[in-house]
Structure formats: structure tokens, C-alpha cells
């Protein structure tokens, strides 16, 4: 497992953990709001309501003033803490024109509204540090130390709250979740009324629908929303140096054929499309992304040139084992030890050669050179038919800035002297 996946699986802890406490405080909330509508509904039953019915006509009258001065209350106390939600809750004045089952209707909405904002308040902090730890996972992995960016960073911020799937964020498929839950219980509420159904059975209907559908949404959203944040945020410190990437599944018996199918092509970074060719690809979406490097050589001469560093090379080394893992690591063996110690591609020249025949020319110069004497030197080998002019770093550290092929003359001289 390389580094990178290792810091993926901690991410993917770090949310399934916060999640659960989410869902538990929201679950709370619920039941909260619920039991609040469970008294005004008993309330409605004592008040209109004749041996545990309610007639439906008594419900056609008007809402009693005393009625709508709570009901006003109850928004003017939502929209001072939820300004957000202000304009997408009843209009004070209209509050007076409501019959008694209206008035008990707008309850529910607000029930629903108090929830969406209480969970609004929950999912914010939470991925606002979900998206700090997926950037600065990814920084790490490049070599750039743990805690890059601090949580009010731009880059951190930036992915929380985006409009990204339909043109919607998280605040506004709450509002919309809770809302359409509303309608719904409104209706059913209704219904029961019309029935003639007692307030057991309405309440319990309501408990079933209150608790089982607001819960999936609520489950759903925060996956499927750290899912996003978690992908767009650990790919950011990618997006200079690296321009493909494959998806990565689950790798389990429960993924998806979308999944599974989408995981064996590889995209362009910067065409990435959540949900079209990025996670999530569909609600409690578990995919995640690894970087594709074709040949770690090429991205290494390239990384270095771009970079123009002393220690740019280095950097590359680390970065190829943190992604690629082992296989990385044996492309780069030979073409980094040549490169190790160019400062720039202007101040220093580096003779590039196949992996094979640096191989044969480090093998040549470890049995050859007597390195305490020659580190820090440079030298010329015959080696075959070439003399290489080779910079001695230390044991297995070679730079080769010259490569002359020998004439015969130069041929027969080396060999006399080689004996």
C-alpha cells in the first residue's frame, strides 16, 4: 500500500467517525422537533376534537389569534437564527388568514425548516475540516509537512458549501429534503383528518415518516457531500504536477457497476466532473481517486526542469514512492541517481542514458572507484566503447556530464591501462 492510500483509508476513518456523531445529534433533534408536534397535535385533539376524532370542518375555521401570535413567534425566532433560510419561510402577514389545519400545517414546515438549519450548522464545521485534512493529506504526500493550509484558508474553503450536483449545495438540498418531507406529512395529515383517524394512529404515522425519511436524507447528504469534499479537496495539491488520474473503488463485494466500470479508465485532471468522471458518482458513493503516472521517468526529467531545485529531485523520489509505491520507485532507481544532484537543467549538463547501461556503468564504478578518495571529484571511465566523464557524489551516486564513443587508438590505450 503506498503512502497516498494510506492517507485516503485515514481520511475515510476520520469521516465515518464524524458522520456517525452527526447523525446521532441530528437523530436527536428529530425526536426533539417531533415530540414538540406530538403535544400540539394532542392539543389540537383536546381542543376541536370530540371522543379522540376530530371533526374535518372544525378544522376549516379559522386559526385562533392566540394560535398565530405563537406561530409568528416561532418564525421570528427561526429566522434570527437562521437569516439564511428568511426569505423561504411564511410571510408573517398571511399567518392571520389561516384556518386551524393550515395553522398546524405551518407548524410542520417549520418544524422541518428548524431542522435543516440545525443540521445546516452541524455539516458546515464538519466539512470545512474534512476538506482542511483531505489538502493537507495531499500536500504531505508531496512532501510539504503536515498542517499546509489552516481551516480558514481559501483553498480549505472553498469546497464547502459549492454548488457542485445540479447546481445545488449541501444548505440548499436540506432545505429542499425537509421541505419535501413537509408537503408530504402535511398530506398525510390531512388525509388522516378527512378518515376521520384518531391521534394515536396519526401520530404514529407521523413518528414512521418523521424519523425514517428524514434520517435516510440526512445519512445520504452527509455521505454523499464528505464524499465530494473529501475527492476535490486531496486533489488540489495534485492539479500542478500531474495530469491523469484513475478512480479507485471500495474494492469490495458491495460496489456499484457504475463504479466498477468507470475504474478502469483514466481521465485528465483538469476535465474532472463530480459525478460524471470524479466521485461521488451516486448517492453513498465510496470511490476515490490515485494519481497515473505512465513512466515516472519522463514526470521525473519534467518535475525537475519545472521545479529547477537542488533538492528537486529528491522531492520527485519521495513524491513517486509516496504515490506509485514500489514500482515508482524502480523506474526512477537509475534515472535518479543520474539527476540526484543537478542543481538545474542551466547550470549543470546530464548525459541521459538507458536504465541499462547505467546500470552497467554504476557497476562498473563500484568495483572500480575508491570512493573516500574521489567524492566530490570528477572522473573519466572507459567503459565498452564510450569514455564517460562521471561527477562522484558518494558510493552508487553518480552524475555522467560527458560521453565520448573511443576511437581504436583510444580503445587499445584504455585497455593496456585497465591491465
Known sequence: MSYWSERQKQLKAYAAKEEERYMKRVTAYYEAELKRLERQIAAYYAAYGEENVIAYRNLLQTLPADDARLLIEQIDEFVKKYPQYADLVPVRETIYRLNRLEGLQY??????????GYADDLMTPY?????????????????????????????VKQFVGAPWCNGENFSTRIWNDTQKLAETLNQQIAQGFA????????????????????????????????????AESSMQPFTQDFQKYRIVTAEDDRVCPVCSGISSEVFEIEDRQPGTNFPPFHPYCRCTFTVVVE???????????????????????AI?????????????????NIQNFAKSSRQYATIKISKREYATVTHELNTWLKHDEVIGTTVKKAIGDYIYTIEVNGFDDYRIVAKSKMTNNVRKKAGRKQK
Open 295 to 317: 513512466d515516472w521517468g519522463v514526470w521525473l526529467d519534467d518535475y525537475v526542469t519545472r521545479h529547477e531545485a537542488a533538492e528537486s529531485a529528491k522531492q520527485a523520489e
Open 320 to 336: 513517486a514512492s509516496h504515490i506509485g509505491g514500489e514500482s515508482a520507485k524502480r523506474q526512477l532507481r537509475y534515472k535518479l
Open 195 to 230: 378518515r376521520g383517524d384518531s391521534y394515536e394512529r396519526l401520530t404514529k404515522q407521523l413518528q414512521d415518516r418523521f424519523k425514517r425519511v428524514n434520517k435516510r436524507d440526512a445519512y445520504r447528504l452527509i455521505y454523499t457531500e464528505g464524499t465530494y469534499v473529501m
Open 107 to 116: 407548524s410542520i414546515r417549520m418544524a422541518e425548516a428548524n431542522i435543516a
Open 127 to 155: 466539512l470545512t475540516e474534512l476538506s482542511r485534512r483531505g489538502v493537507n493529506y495531499g500536500m504531505e504526500t508531496l512532501g510539504f509537512g503536515k498542517n499546509f493550509y489552516s481551516i480558514n484558508s481559501d483553498i
